[in-house]
C-alpha cells in the first residue's frame, strides 16, 4: 500500500529476504489485521492465569505488561514494569495444538449394502498465521515436519496444515526460569523457518519492532505495512537483548555424548528413583511441542451404522501406550519415565537425525511433581553405567 | 571291548574325550536295545545306570493317578539319559520309555562313580560333559513351565 | 538405515493418497485352524491386490471396532488374496476372527520389513517358529519351497505348547513328506499319543542339522522363546547378523507416525516387524523396552 509507506522513511526497493525494517505497535496491529484476511489468526493471549495461544483479532489480546514467572513446577504471571507484549517465554500451549491437532477425525464409514464405504475427514477450512513463535518452537515445529512430512508416508492433514501456516516469530527477550534452549542451540535467537520475526525493542521513548524477514511471503507483508529501514543501532540493540537472553538461560543440558549415554543406561537405578516421584501423568507429553504421539478410536453412533476413526493425542505414559495382547509392554514407572526422556534425547536422534528437546522447559514447569529433565539427565551422567547392556544370561 | 570303545568315541557325548580315558569309561559299558514300549528305567527305582542314545527316541513320563501319563521331553540319537545316577541317592525321578526301536550304550553307574573317585581327572571330564547338559536342560524346562505360546 | 537388500525395501502402502484410509476387501474364505484361530483369505473389492514380501504385515479393519496389525500368511505367488491368521485376543481380532464369508473388512498395507529370503540364496536356511509365530513365516517357507534349488539345507523347526494347538497341522505333515526338507515339530506338553517329540525349540535348533558359517535363520514366536532360539543358534555357531527375528510390539498407525511400537529406536511398522538380531541384540533383554 503506498499511501501508507510513503508517510515514513522506507527504502525505495520493495523489502526483500535480506531486509531489516522497524515498525511500530500499530503497524504490528496492521499486520494482524492484514493477515486476518486470509489466515486465522492465532496468538498468545492471557487465560486462567496462563498465556496461551488463542485466535486474536487486536493487539490488545496480546500479553502486554506480563511476564511468567517459571520454576520446576511452578508457573506464575506477575506484571511487568515495563509494556512489553512478548516480555514472558511460552505458556502451557505450543503450536503443535493447530498444526498437529489434539483430536482429529481420520475418516468416516458408513455401513452400505456392500459392507461399508469409507469418506476422507473434510479438510480444515482455514489457513494458520502465528504471531509470536519462539525459536525453540520453530525447531520444535521443524522437529514435527520431520516426524509427518519426513518419512515415506506423510500425514497427509498436517502437511497441508503447515504448508499453508504464516509465521511470525519473535525473538525472546526474556529466558523462563525452566528454559534452556542455549545449550539445545534451538534459541535464543530465531534463525529461520518463519516468514518474519521480530524482536521487541523497549525504550524510554520508544516500543519497536525489529523485522527480519524469512520468506518472500513475509518480504511481502512487510512491504504492506508502515515501516522503515533499521539502523545500525536497531540491530546491534538486538544482538544486545539475545546475547542478555542467552546469559539468563534458567537452565542447561549437556548434550555431549547423550544419545550413547542414555541408550547405554536402560537398567539405571535412577529410573526407579524418578519413577518415585513420577505420577506417570503425561502432562510433560502433553505440553511437549515435539511429542507427537497417538491414538485412534472409533466412535460409532448408537445405530452402528457411522463410524469415526478419531485421532487423538497419546502418551507413552499410559499403560495402554504399549499394550500388546495380554498386557502392557511398559508396566511400571521407570520403564515409562524412561521411554520418554531415552526417545526425547537419544532415540529421536537415531530415527530423525535431530534431538525431540528444543529447551523449551515446559515440561520441567508443568510437572505436577516438577521432575527435571535436565536434572535427570544430569544424574544419569553422574553416574554412568559401567557397561552397555549387553545380554545377561543366569543359569 | 574295543568295539565298545569305537562305539563310546563316536558318540556326541564322548567328543574330544582323552583316549585313555575312553578305555576307563568303556570298561563299565554293555550295549541295550529297547522295543518300541519298553523301558529304560522306572520312577524310583535305583538309577544305577546311565544310558547313551546311539539309535531312536527315548520320552521322559511322569505319571498322575486319575491322568495318562505328561511326557516331559523326548530325547534323540547323540543325547544322554539319565542325570539321577550322579546325585544321592540314586533313584529315577521319571520313567524312560523308548517310543521306537531304541539302540543304547549303558554306563554302570557305580562303576564309574568309583572311577571318577579314583581319578579325578576323568572325574572333572566327566562334570565338564555333564554340567552344561545339565544347564541346558534346565532352561529348557524353565522355557517350558513358562507356558509361552498360550495366550496371557 | 534399514533398507539395503531388495526385500528390506518397503513396499508402496496400498492405497495411494491418505495412508490412514483402509480398502474394502471382502472375506472369501474362512477356515477355522484351531479354537480361537482362524484364517481369513480376502480379496479387495475394487482393484488389484497390492503386491507383498514375506514377512509383512496388513492392518485389519473391523467395521466401528478397531484395527489390529495382521502379518500375511499367504503365499507371494498367489496375487488375488491376502490370507492372514487371525487370533481372537482381542475386541478387534474377535470381530475380525467373527466375520462370515461375503463380509466387507479394511485393509491397509502391506508394511514393514520382508524376511530375507533372496539375500539368503545359496545358503542353508533354518526356519525357527513357535506357535502362532508360523504364520508370518509361512510365506517364506512357501517361497523356500517353490524355490528348493537356490537354497542349501531347509530346516523348519517349529514349537508348540499342545499337538492340539498345532497351526496348519496338515500343511506341516505335507512338508515332512518333503524329503528334500527337513521338518521339526516339538510341544511343550504331550501325553503318550504324541509319538512326536517333547521339548523345546532350542533343542530342535542343537539336533538339526545345517552349515553355522552359511546359514540364515528366520525366527519368530513370542519373545521369550525367540530369547532362547537365538541363544541355540548362537551357541550353533550362526552369527548375529544371520539372525532374523519377527518383533511384535504395539502398531496402531503402521507408518511410523504414531509413536506407539518404539522399541529402543527403532518403529517396529516400519523398521520391523523383521529385525536382524545384530541390530536389536542390545535391547532384546531388556526388560519393559
Redesign the interface.
Known amino acids: 500500500m503506498p499511501d501508507e509507506t510513503a508517510s515514513v522513511q522506507t527504502a525505495t526497493a520493495p523489502p526483500s529476504k535480506a531486509m531489516k525494517a522497524v515498525i511500530s505497535c500499530d503497524a504490528l496491529q496492521a499486520l494482524i489485521a492484514a493477515l486476518a484476511a486470509d489466515y486465522l489468526v492465532l496468538g498468545p493471549t492471557v487465560r486462567d492465569g496462563a498465556i496461551v495461544y488463542e485466535e486474536i483479532s487486536d493487539l490488545s489480546q496480546l500479553p502486554a505488561g506480563w511476564k511468567d514467572k517459571q520454576d520446576a513446577g511452578k508457573y506464575r504471571l506477575e506484571r511487568r514494569e515495563d509494556d512489553a507484549i512478548f516480555g514472558f517465554a511460552v505458556g502451557p500451549h505450543s503450536w503443535k495444538r493447530f498444526l498437529h491437532p489434539p483430536v482429529e477425525t481420520l475418516w468416516t464409514g458408513r455401513r452400505d449394502n456392500d459392507g461399508f464405504s469409507i469418506a476422507p475427514a473434510a479438510g480444515e477450512p482455514r489457513k494458520f498465521a502465528f504471531i509470536g513463535v519462539r525459536s525453540c518452537e520453530l525447531h520444535a515445529i521443524a522437529i514435527q515436519d520431520k516426524v509427518f512430512i519426513g518419512s515415506p508416508y506423510a500425514d497427509v492433514g498436517y502437511r497441508a496444515r503447515r504448508q499453508d501456516a504464516f509465521i511470525v516469530a519473535v525473538n525472546c527477550a526474556e529466558a523462563g526460569g525452566t528454559c534452556f534452549c542455549a545449550s539445545m542451540e534451538t534459541g535464543p535467537e530465531a534463525k529461520n523457518g518463519f516468514d518474519l520475526v521480530l524482536t521487541e525493542l523497549l525504550g524510554e521513548a520508544r516500543h519497536d519492532f525489529l523485522v527480519d524477514v524469512g520468506s518472500d511471503a513475509g518480504a511481502a507483508l512487510l512491504g504492506r505495512l508502515p515501516h522503515r529501514s533499521a539502523s545500525d543501532a536497531d540491530v546491534a540493540a538486538k544482538a544486545a537483548i539475545i546475547a542478555q537472553t542467552r546469559a539468563r538461560m534458567g537452565r542447561a543440558l549437556e548434550t555431549d555424548g547423550i544419545k550413547e549415554l542414555l541408550q547405554s543406561s536402560p537398567n539405571h537405578q535412577r529410573w526407579d528413583d524418578v519413577a518415585a516421584r513420577c505420577l506417570t501423568c503425561g502432562n510433560c507429553t502433553m505440553v511437549c511441542p515435539t511429542c507427537f504421539c497417538t491414538t485412534v478410536e472409533d466412535h460409532s453412533d448408537l445405530t452402528g451404522n457411522t463410524a469415526e476413526r478419531v485421532r487423538k493425542w497419546d502418551s507413552c505414559f499410559t499403560l495402554d501406550f504399549s499394550y500388546i495382547h495380554g498386557g502392557s509392554v511398559r508396566e511400571t514407572g521407570s520403564s515409562r519415565y524412561r521411554q520418554w526422556i531415552t526417545h526425547k534425547l537419544a532415540n529421536w536422534i537415531d530415527q530423525f537425525g535431530t534431538s525431540g528437546c528444543v529447551g523449551c522447559g515446559r515440561c520441567i514447569t508443568w510437572c505436577p511433581l516438577g521432575i527435571d529433565i535436565t536434572e535427570e539427565a544430569a544424574a544419569i551422567r553422574a553416574n554412568p553405567m559401567t557397561a552397555a547392556g549387553g545380554q545377561h544370561e543366569g543359569t | 571291548m574295543k568295539g565298545l570303545e569305537r562305539i563310546l568315541r563316536e558318540h556326541a557325548f564322548f567328543a574330544g574325550f582323552p583316549e585313555d580315558q575312553i578305555a576307563l569309561v568303556a570298561g563299565c559299558a554293555r550295549n541295550h536295545r529297547f522295543d518300541a514300549g519298553q523301558y529304560l528305567f522306572r520312577e524310583g527305582e535305583p538309577a544305577n545306570e546311565f544310558f547313551l542314545i546311539r539309535h531312536g527316541k527315548v520320552a521322559l513320563d511322569i505319571a498322575s493317578p486319575g491322568q495318562p501319563p505328561i511326557v516331559m521331553s523326548t530325547l534323540e540319537p547323540g543325547e544322554i539319559v539319565g542325570a539321577s545316577w550322579l546325585v544321592p541317592p540314586y533313584r529315577w525321578t521319571f520313567d524312560a520309555r523308548a517310543v521306537e526301536l531304541v539302540r543304547a550304550i549303558g554306563i554302570d553307574a557305580a562303576c564309574l562313580r568309583g572311577k571318577c573317585e579314583a581319578d579325578h581327572h576323568l572325574g572333572y571330564e566327566m562334570m565338564k560333559r555333564f554340567a552344561p547338559i545339565l544347564v541346558k536342560r534346565l532352561h529348557a524346562t524353565r522355557l517350558q513351565v513358562l507356558n509361552v505360546y498360550g495366550k496371557r | 538405515m534399514f533398507t539395503e537388500s531388495a526385500e528390506m525395501a ?1 513396499m508402496p ?1 496400498a492405497a495411494s ?6 480398502r ?1 476387501y ?1 472375506v472369501d474364505r474362512i477356515r477355522r485352524e484351531l479354537s ?1 484361530t482362524v484364517t481369513l483369505e480376502i480379496t479387495p ?1 475394487q482393484g488389484p491386490r497390492p503386491r507383498y514380501a514375506p514377512g509383512q504385515f496388513n492392518m485389519l479393519y473391523a ?5 489390529v496389525a495382521i502379518s500375511i500368511s499367504g503365499d507371494c505367488a498367489d496375487d488375488r488374496t491376502f490370507v492372514h491368521t487371525v ?1 481372537d ?2 475386541a478387534a ?1 474377535r470381530a475380525i476372527t467373527s466375520l462370515d464369508v461375503g ?4 485393509v491397509r498395507g502391506p508394511f514393514g520389513t520382508a524376511w530375507p529370503v533372496t539375500d539368503a540364496e545359496g545358503s542353508d536356511i533354518v526356519i525357527v517358529a ?3 509365530g508360523l504364520a508370518p513365516l509361512r510365506p517364506a517357507i512357501y517361497h523356500v519351497l517353490a524355490n528348493r534349488s537356490r537354497y542349501g539345507r531347509i530346516a523348519i523347526l517349529f ?3 499342545h499337538p492340539q ?1 498345532m497351526l496348519y497341522r496338515d500343511e506341516l505333515a505335507a512338508w515332512r513328506r518333503n524329503l528334500d526338507i527337513s521338518v521339526e515339530v ?1 510341544v ?5 499319543d ?7 525349540v ?2 530342535l535348533i ?2 538339526a542339522s545345517f552349515d553355522p558359517h552359511d546359514t540364515v535363520a528366520l525366527v519368530c ?2 519373545e ?2 525367540m530369547r ?1 532360539a537365538v ?1 541355540a543358534l548362537r551357541d550353533a555357531g550362526v552369527a548375529p547378523d544371520h539372525i532374523h527375528l519377527s518383533m ?3 502398531m ?2 503402521a ?6 511400537c ?1 522399541f ?2 527403532q ?1 517396529v511398522c ?1 523398521d520391523g516387524p523383521v529385525m536382524r538380531f545384530d541390530r536389536i ?9
Request: glycine share 18%.
Open positions: 518397503r502402502p493418497g491418505d495412508p490412514f484410509v483402509p474394502i471382502c480361537d473389492s467395521f466401528g471396532v478397531g484395527e487370533r485376543v482381542g481380532s463380509a466387507a473388512i479394511g513357535g506357535g502362532l514349537g508348540t505348547r494347538d516339538t511343550d506338553h504331550a501325553d503318550r504324541w509319538r512326536g517329540n517333547v521339548g523345546v532350542p533343542a542343537a539336533r514366536g513370542p521369550i522363546m532362547f541363544n511384535e510390539r504395539n496402531k498407525c507408518i511410523g507416525l504414531c509413536g506407539h518404539q529402543g529406536p518403529f516400519k541384540a542390545s535391547l532384546f533383554a531388556v526388560r519393559e523396552i
